[in-house]
């Protein structure tokens, strides 16, 4: 180990403030990549178990955020962006960029690969043929100006020392240390050069952030580290129970967020894209209220525009425009799907209680939906789609889950999703995902 390493985990270790100018050749050995994976993840390591004060914390996420390029935008555009910190069946990004940006905001949204179970957004769009995130900023910059949004993965550009943190987190355990998740967030946001920011962080058991107090702790570092980088910036903890939605896997989630756009898909869907854009409209100064807010997002997605601009995006990052019409009007038909479908049917009648996501995670990963290792490769076909939700009332013998499989269903996978689905004889209230806003 480094005499570099030694000292910083020697002072992480004893609760005492990182030498600013050690944390500084730190960071330049992980963008340079001239630091060891091994000598990386023995210090994620010791800050995952010791934590970091406030003053590391900013100043990792600064650090970070200098280690490659900012965008700059003049100062009266509205440029803005969110950040979930990752669930079963999150969707949100894949629409509310064309949403947002149909509601004059400018959305450069650099997004993850798989961080944990499934697979992030950029391997949800890489399931469309064609569809390019590899970006440089100043194709992120054009393309903004063009269409006013895109999506493009983390990349050697923008924050590098993040990219190599990030995909180190998610094989050594250390996904859930509370300066890490706000250094990794707040550094490539901050990088965007962004005015107005929201935060979906979810808790539950199927989030990194299992309890509502654990959540509340993230956002709020969240927020302030943000914050203090001038951007406007607010938290919504959300629950992470219950799978988001209807579609859960790659390619299957690029056909619900097509049915959305197109006014249709589950209104548990459009419910969270229509919280965080109204919440972003409203920081913006471009709605009276966060309410006034989420209308002119639905109304996006009802009269088409949202659509269109999702269209364009698909164009302009790769997609031939014959197959991004296709996508709009039969998304089926150009997703890689699946090579068996099995339903699952209900073992009693009841009102659903609940479905626990992370059952559904775990069986997903293990077909291939998401990564057990940094050079994993993820199937885009594989997944489940829900066809009831908490609250439902359901018969015996009547389908409740479609898995869509290349590998046989084991018999501990079938057993496993028939105990994720848990019924009550007694009604049961729909979920409600919005538990606390931080500001």
Same mark, same amino acid.
């Given at each position: ?46 800050? *995952? ?26 100062? *009266? ?204 409209? *409203? ?31 698909c164009i302009a990052q790769g997609v031939t425009p014959a197959t991004a019409k296709k996508l709009l009007s039969t998304p089926e038909n150009v997703v ?104």
């Amino acid at each position: 180990m480094s005499n570099l390493i030694a000292r910083l985990c020697t002072a992480i270790e004893n609760g005492q403030s990182m030498e600013p100018q050690d944390l500084a050749s730190f960071i330049e050995g992980v963008a340079n990549r001239t630091l060891s994976i091994e000598a990386i993840t023995v210090w994620l390591k010791a800050v *995952h178990a010791h934590g970091a004060s406030v003053e590391d914390t900013v100043a990792l996420t600064k650090g970070m955020m200098h280690s490659g390029a900012v965008l700059s935008w003049d100062s *009266h555009r509205p440029v803005a962006d969110k950040h979930s910190t990752g669930g079963v069946g999150d969707k949100m990004s894949i629409m509310l960029a064309p949403a947002l940006a149909a509601c004059g905001v400018e959305v450069p949204m650099l997004a993850g690969r798989g961080l944990g179970h499934t697979g992030g957004t950029i391997d949800k769009l890489e399931s469309i043929p064609g569809f390019n995130c590899a970006l440089n900023p100043k194709q992120m910059q054009s393309m903004v100006n063009e269409i006013g949004c895109c999506i493009a993965a983390q990349n050697e550009a923008i924050a590098p020392a993040d990219g190599l943190l990030y995909a180190i987190r998610d094989v050594t355990s250390t996904v859930d240390s509370i300066p890490l998740i706000t250094a990794s967030i707040v550094s490539k946001k901050a990088a965007e050069g962004l005015k107005a920011l929201v935060l979906d962080v979810k808790c539950g058991r199927a989030a990194f952030m299992q309890t509502e107090q654990q959540a509340i702790e993230l956002a709020t570092s969240m927020v302030r580290t943000a914050n203090g980088l001038g951007i406007q910036t607010m938290a919504q903890i959300t629950d992470m129970n219950e799978p988001i939605g209807s579609h859960v896997g790659n390619a299957l989630e690029i056909i619900e967020s097509v049915e959305v756009l197109n006014g249709r898909g589950s209104k548990d869907t459009v419910n969270l894209v229509a919280m965080q854009g109204g919440a972003l409209l *409203h920081l913006l100064g471009k709605a009276e209220s966060s309410e006034d807010g989420e209308q002119m997002i639905v109304n996006t997605l009802h009269d088409g525009t949202a659509a269109k601009r999702f269209e364009l995006m698909c164009i302009a990052q790769g997609v031939t425009p014959a197959t991004a019409k296709k996508l709009l009007s039969t998304p089926e038909n150009v997703v890689q799907r699946a090579e068996q479908v099995t339903e699952l049917k209900a073992k009693s009648s009841g009102h659903i209680e609940g479905i626990d996501a992370m059952v559904l995670a775990e069986i997903a990963r293990e077909h291939g939906a998401g990564r057990f290792d940094i050079e994993g490769i993820i199937d885009p076909s594989v997944g489940f789609v829900v066809l009831k939700a908490k609250g439902d009332e359901i018969l015996q013998g009547q389908p409740w889950i479609a898995v869509h499989h290349n590998q046989p269903l084991t018999i501990d996978q079938e057993k496993g999703l028939h105990g994720a689905l848990r019924l009550s004889t007694a009604p049961v209230k729909p979920i409600v995902r919005l538990l606390k806003v931080i500001q």
